[in-house]
C-alpha cells in the first residue's frame, strides 16, 4: 500500500482525526487490514462491523501488534481510558472505499496503470488467476487473493498496490442492481471482463435479466480508449456490446468457428478438445489472424471459456500473442477447490470443486467427471446450490436428472436443500443404491469410506455455505475428520468476507 498520513485517511474519507491521530496528523501508515491478526507496526487497522462479530471488539489488538491508526465508527478506549488514535468515520466500509479511489487515482498520476475489472456468474476467480499468470510476467501485478470481489475485498485489494504496480486486476461480484456500478466507480478500469450470466442467485436479483443487467453496469463504466471483453458465446454476454459508451473498443471471445456477432476483433479456441486428463487443449487464434497453441494444466472443458476471457484480456493489455500462451499453458488452478485433483495412492482419485456451485457450473463439473471417469466407477458428490430462489427445487431437481443421463455411477446428495436432486436421480430411473440421500458430510463420509474401491473418481461440489469441500479434502487425503485439514482461519474482524469468497455473484 502507498503511505499515507492519518490527516490525508481524514481529508480523503470526510473523517475526524481522535485521539493520539489528532495530535500527530502527519503518523504514517503503509498498510491496512480488517484482520486484527494480520496487524504489523505501521498498519491501519478498519474496524469494520460484520454480521456475526464487530471491528471494534479488536481494536486493542490491533495495537498491540503494531497498528498505528484504526478507522473507526465510534470511539474506542485504550485501558487507560484514552482513545485510540484514529479516523471517525459514519460508515467504513464506504470509507474502504473512497480511500481505495484515491489510492488508485494516486498510483495512476505517478507511473502507468491498467486496471482491469473481471466479472460473471461464474469462472471470476479462475480467469483472474489465469489473467495474473500471464501479467506477472510482463511487470508487477496485483490481483485478489481468493475470491475478495465485493465493497470490501476490492479496497483490500488495492491497498496491496504499490507505486510499482503496472497491473492492478480487480475481481468484481454482486448481489443486486447497481453493485459493480458502484465497484467500477472506485477503480476506474480500463479493460472490462464479462464471462458469463447465470442463474445463480436469480432469487436475490429477481431474475436472470437483472443478474444481467448487474454485469453489464461494468461494460457502461468503460470510458472512451477502454476494451469491453465480451464472450460472444453467451447472448446475454454478448448484447452488452450495446451498452458500451462511444470509443470503446469491443473484443470478443468465443469457442464458436463463426465469426463472433460479425466482429473483427474476436480471440477464438481453434479445435478446442481436452486431453487424456481432461486438460483443455486448443489452437489460440488472434484477430489478426495468427496463432499458439495452448496446452492448459487445468481440469475440464469449461475452462477453455476462462482461458480465453484471459488471453482476451492480456491481448487488450498489449501483451504479444506468443507471451499469451505461454504464460497460459501449464497453468493449474491458482485457488484452492477448484476442480483440485489429487490421486490417492489406492488408486481412487478426488476432484474438489466444492468452493462454489451453480446450475451451470454444477453441469459442467458433472460433465468433466462423465468424459474423466470412462472406464471407471464415477462417484458425484453433490450439496446445495444455495441463492436459487423460487427456482430451487426445479433447479437441484433438473442437476439429479443430468447425473442420470451421463451414466455416474453413483450419486451421494449431501444435506436437505439439495434433496431435490436425488428425487430427481430417481425420477430418471436412478435404481437401487445408485443414488443416495444423506443429511450430512459425516453420513456421506461413512458411506464413502465403505464403498470407495481402487481405481473410482470421485467429486465433491456445492456452493461454499454447504462445505463439502472439507470432506473432499478428507477423502483426498483418505483421511478421517479427526485429521481433517484445518479451514482457512475467518477473518477475525471480517466474517462477511467468507461471503466474498464464496457467495458473491
Request: negative net charge; charged residues 20%; hydrophobic residues 45%.
Amino acid at each position: 500500500m502507498i503511505e499515507l498520513s492519518a490527516a490525508d485517511i481524514a481529508a480523503i474519507t470526510g473523517g475526524q482525526l481522535i485521539g493520539g491521530a489528532a495530535e500527530a496528523p502527519g503518523t504514517i501508515v503503509d498498510s491496512a487490514i480488517t484482520d486484527s491478526r494480520e496487524a504489523s507496526p505501521g498498519s491501519l487497522f478498519i474496524a469494520k462491523p460484520g454480521e456475526h462479530s464487530d471491528g471494534h471488539l479488536f481494536v486493542e489488538a490491533a495495537f498491540a501488534r503494531g497498528a498505528v491508526l484504526a478507522l473507526v465508527e465510534r470511539v474506542v478506549q485504550d485501558p487507560s481510558g484514552a482513545p485510540y488514535p484514529a479516523v471517525l468515520v459514519p460508515d467504513a466500509v464506504l470509507a474502504m472505499g473512497a480511500l481505495a479511489g484515491e489510492i488508485v487515482r494516486r498510483l495512476r498520476a505517478n507511473a502507468p496503470l491498467t486496471v482491469i475489472g473481471i466479472t460473471g456468474s461464474a469462472g471470476k476467480t479462475t480467469t483472474k488467476d489465469l489473467l495474473a499468470g500471464i501479467l506477472r510476467a510482463e511487470g508487477e501485478t496485483v490481483a485478489p487473493t481468493g475470491s475478495y470481489n465485493g465493497e470490501v475485498g476490492v479496497p483490500l485489494t488495492i491497498f496491496g498496490a504499490g507505486y510499482g504496480t503496472r497491473y492492478l486486476i480487480v475481481e468484481m461480484g454482486a448481489t443486486g442492481i447497481g453493485h459493480i456500478e458502484y465497484l467500477a466507480s472506485m477503480v476506474k478500469p480500463d479493460i472490462g471482463v464479462v464471462l458469463c450470466v447465470g442463474s445463480a442467485h436469480a432469487g436475490e436479483f429477481g431474475g436472470v435479466e437483472n443478474i444481467a443487467k448487474a454485469k453489464g453496469e461494468l461494460v457502461e463504466a468503460l470510458a472512451a480508449g477502454g476494451t469491453a471483453v465480451l464472450n460472444a458465446d453467451d447472448i446475454r454476454v454478448a448484447a452488452m456490446a450495446k451498452r458500451a459508451a462511444a470509443g470503446v473498443e469491443i473484443l470478443y471471445f468465443t469457442s464458436s468457428p463463426e465469426q463472433a456477432h460479425g466482429a473483427k476483433a474476436a480471440l477464438r479456441a481453434v479445435d478446442a478438445r481436452t486431453d487424456a486428463l481432461g486438460h483443455p487443449v486448443f489452437t489460440l487464434r488472434f484477430p489478426d489472424g495468427s496463432e499458439a497453441p495452448v496446452e492448459s494444466g487445468l481440469i475440464g472443458a469449461h475452462h477453455t471459456a476462462n482461458l480465453l476471457a484471459a488471453a482476451a484480456a492480456a491481448h487488450a493489455a498489449g501483451v504479444p500473442g506468443d507471451r499469451i500462451a505461454a504464460g497460459l499453458s501449464g497453468q493449474k488452478a491458482a485457488s484452492r477447490w477448484r476442480m483440485e485433483r489429487t490421486d490417492r495412492e489406492d488408486g481412487v482419485t478426488v476432484i474438489n470443486d466444492a468452493y462454489n456451485a451453480n446450475p451451470e457450473s454444477m453441469r459442467a463439473a458433472l460433465r468433466t467427471l462423465a468424459e474423466l471417469g470412462r472406464g471407471r466407477r464415477t462417484w458425484a458428490v453433490l450439496g446445495e446450490m444455495l441463492e436459487l430462489g423460487d427456482s430451487s427445487v426445479t433447479e437441484h431437481d433438473a442437476v439429479g436428472r443430468y447425473v442420470v443421463r451421463l451414466n455416474i455411477s453413483h450419486l451421494i446428495v449431501v444435506g436437505t436443500g439439495a434433496r431435490a436432486m436425488h428425487t430427481g436421480a430417481v425420477m430418471e430411473g436412478s435404481w437401487g443404491d445408485e443414488s443416495v440421500f444423506v443429511e450430512t458430510a459425516e453420513d456421506a463420509e461413512r458411506l464413502l469410506e465403505s464403498a470407495l474401491e481402487p481405481g473410482d473418481l470421485v467429486l465433491f461440489k456445492s456452493s461454499n455455505g454447504a462445505a463439502l469441500r472439507h470432506l473432499g479434502d478428507r477423502i483426498a487425503l483418505n483421511a478421517p475428520s479427526s485429521t481433517s485439514l484445518p479451514a482457512s482461519a475467518p477473518q477475525q474482524t471480517s466474517p462477511d468476507l467468507a461471503g466474498e469468497a464464496g457467495g458473491v455473484q
